[in-house]
């Protein structure tokens, strides 16, 4: 004999429950997915240096001594890769230090953390750097952050761009503008440039050195401070990094 079930509808409050339990498992996953495919990234990106390290080593150690004419290049190897490994490494660190963290918000005239950057990375840059400014909003954002965010797309401008052509830093409204005269952005990478690990095909066959988790780094910062960073092409040639901020209801 079968047993009579009851059917049952469910409240409304059960259903919402189980569709919200639902979809947070659900991210859960994609994100446990994501952080495997990091670490399997990451370790695959470590492995390459060591490799370098490894050969290099056992090249001084075969012909060092009948063959003394390798050594200079065998170490200046070395000092390649362990540049590279430093520049991953620091950059995971920064990653990891940034996944715990939450930063503080608060309003900031935007020409504030505009004339900061400039000042800094003027001080720091031997690039020649030309300064477009206009009147500019308050914004709500966490302006350390801000000024890191900044300063990676500021490096990938001098990175990407002919070392005798000028980096404009524009303000206006709610945005900051990095503008290179450089390698440009393909339409088709200009969403790829956020994900972790990738490198642009210009990047990649030019001997210009890079981890490709610069952007990937700048865009967790920026979607935790309420920042959107887009590219666009400079005429005739390069990018325009914008990004746009937050405007405060000050
Ligand atoms: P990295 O510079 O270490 O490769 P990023 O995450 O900072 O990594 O940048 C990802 C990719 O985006 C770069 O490899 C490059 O192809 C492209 N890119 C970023 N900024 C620029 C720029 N200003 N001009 C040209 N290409 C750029």
Redesign the pocket.
Known sequence: IEPQLPTITAPAEVRTLRETSVSWLESLRDQVLHEKDFIANASHELKTPLAAFRGNLALIHRRGQSHPEVIPQALAHLDQEAERMQ?LVSQLLAMSHIEGSTALQSDYPLALIFDDFAAQVQSESSREIRIERQTAKWVLTNQENTLYVLK??F???V???PADSPIILRLKDNLIEII?S????PVA?RKK??ERF???????SST???????????AELAEKNGLTIR?FDHQPK??I?QVSFTVSHK
Request: overall charge negative; proline content about 0%.
């Open positions: 520049a990676i797309i490096e990938n401008a990175k990407y761009s290179d450089g390698l440009g952005i990478d440039v956020f990738f490198r642009g095909d210009r990047a990649h210009i050195n890079g981890t490709g988790l610069g952007l990937a780094l700048a590219f390069g990018t990094a």
